[in-house]
Each structure stands twice: as structure tokens, then as C-alpha cells.
């Protein structure tokens, strides 16, 4: 799944999902994941690559799911469907660890109550 905000991870794999014994991740649940790939900054700012990188690689972190493949229904009767699976890093008390996230993320994350991620959203779909 794609990390989308700027805390340094590029590619992330779930390895837990919170609060579910045996269900399957939907849009504003808390997971566990494992970075498996470092975002690079690139070599012309002359800064070390991991310098800026909050995260590394194997790194285990807690993430909120924001966009899915699979179709959701919403209460409005519309459904929706994204691109690609994607998440947004948190600490432990549940605070984004980047500070911009890139991309389009679900609006329902307004029912589950993360706000902060919508307010460092572009856009909510």
C-alpha cells in the first residue's frame, strides 16, 4: 500500500489491523505496517538521504487506511472507489508524523473522527 504523506516511507505493508479480529481494513481504520520502501530525496540538495526521513526502512508504525480499491458504500446511497490502496503514518497518540499529505483522500474519515488528516489534505473525495 502507498504511504502518501511526507514522513519519509514510500511503500508499506499492513501487518495488523486495530481494533478487528479477523475483518479486513476499511477507510479510517488504525493498522500496523511495515515500511518496505524509503522514500529518496534525491541528490541535489546535498543533504544525506535519510536525513530528513522521519521513518526507515523495516520500521514498524501504526497508519490510518484513507483511500481503498474496494467499492464502498456511503450513507448518501453513493459508492465510491479509489486507485490504490493508501495510508497516512501516526504516532501512538494518533497525530500525522508528516506534515503535508499528497493526494485525494476519503471524506469518510470526517465520520471517523480524523479530522487532522483532512485539514493536511488537498482535497477529500
Not at 520502501?37 to 534525491?42: I, M
Not at 523495516?58 to 490510518?64: N, S, T, W
Not at 488528516?117 to 489534505?121: G, H, Q
Given at each position: 500500500m502507498n504511504c502518501i504523506d511526507n514522513s519519509g516511507a514510500s511503500v508499506v505493508q499492513c501487518i495488523f489491523v486495530l481494533g478487528k479480529k479477523f475483518a479486513p481494513a476499511k477507510i479510517g481504520d488504525r493498522v500496523v505496517v511495515v515500511v518496505k520502501?524509503?522514500?529518496?530525496?534525491?541528490?541535489?540538495?546535498g543533504v544525506g538521504p535519510s536525513s530528513a526521513n522521519k521513518v526507515r526502512r523495516?520500521?514498524?508504525?501504526?497508519?490510518?487506511i484513507v483511500r481503498a480499491r474496494k467499492i464502498t458504500?456511503?450513507?448518501?446511497?453513493?459508492?465510491v472507489k479509489f486507485d490504490d490502496n493508501a495510508c497516512v503514518l501516526i504516532n501512538k497518540n494518533g497525530e500525522p508524523i508528516g506534515t503535508r499529505i499528497n493526494g485525494v483522500v476519503s471524506s469518510q474519515l470526517r465520520d471517523k473522527k480524523w479530522s487532522k488528516?483532512?485539514?493536511?489534505?488537498p482535497m477529500d473525495f
Open positions: 520502501k524509503q522514500r529518496s530525496l534525491g541528490a541535489d540538495n523495516g520500521d514498524v508504525r501504526h497508519a490510518v458504500q456511503r450513507a448518501d446511497g453513493s459508492s488528516i483532512l485539514s493536511l489534505a
